[in-house]
């Protein structure tokens, strides 16, 4: 080997630097956060919390994170759905918030957090890929890295109910983090 071109390689080596996925979709301001709070249900009644990524967003939504909280003295049953309708109710829309707070305008998700209390019945069509048990006072986090990917039209849905105790009432809370994906090329 040349022994200039080998002075060059020794004098300016090559950096390389790995960062996660979600700080990197973070600094391109495609990174959010939001929560479902008091999300009360029992008593017959059941309550859910969806990441709905709207038809035309324009955007794949990537489930980066998920977690569920029991703020009450009972367990529950937790639910995980794709692309299910939930029960017909009263839909409420939770903030969201950019976690790149130093963009400014703020970026704007396209990627709804959309949630309700005391709804009757059961999620409908879609796939229920698993399952969980919330204990008192604790919360369940789960890491997905992105690999739940929902395109347009579809959801990420998590559904509270209490099967083993129906009588008691109680309350949880549902917190999502993901990144939106734009779509290149619809046509292939």
């Not at 700080?23 to 956060?33: A, K, P, Q």
């Not at 709070?37 to 059941?46: E, I, W």
């Not at 347009?152 to 083993?164: A, D, I, K, Q, Y």
Request: overall charge neutral; charged content about 20%.
């Amino acid at each position: 080997m040349n022994k200039n071109i080998l002075k060059e390689i020794h004098q300016y080596p090559l950096k390389s630097v790995n960062i996660p996925i979600e700080l990197y979709e973070s600094t391109l301001g495609r990174y959010f956060i939001g929560y479902a709070d008091d999300l009360v249900f029992g008593q017959d009644t059941s309550a859910w919390a969806r990441l709905y990524n709207p038809i035309n967003s324009g955007v794949l939504l990537h489930v980066n994170v998920w977690t569920v909280t029991d703020v009450s003295d009972s367990t529950f049953r937790v639910q995980f759905w794709f692309n299910a309708t939930p029960p017909k109710s009263d839909v409420k829309y939770a903030p969201v918030t950019p976690t790149n707070l130093s963009i400014q305008p703020p970026p704007i998700p396209k990627v709804e957090l959309q949630y309700a209390s005391k709804v009757i019945g059961e999620p409908t069509g879609g796939i229920k890929a698993f399952v969980r048990r919330a204990q008192p006072e604790t919360t369940l986090v789960d890491t997905e890295n992105g690999k739940i990917i929902i395109g347009e039209g579809g959801n990420f849905l998590v559904f509270l109910s209490t099967p083993e105790t129906p009588e008691l009432l109680t309350s949880g809370r549902i917190a999502f983090g993901w990144w939106k994906e734009p779509i290149r090329n619809k046509c292939r």
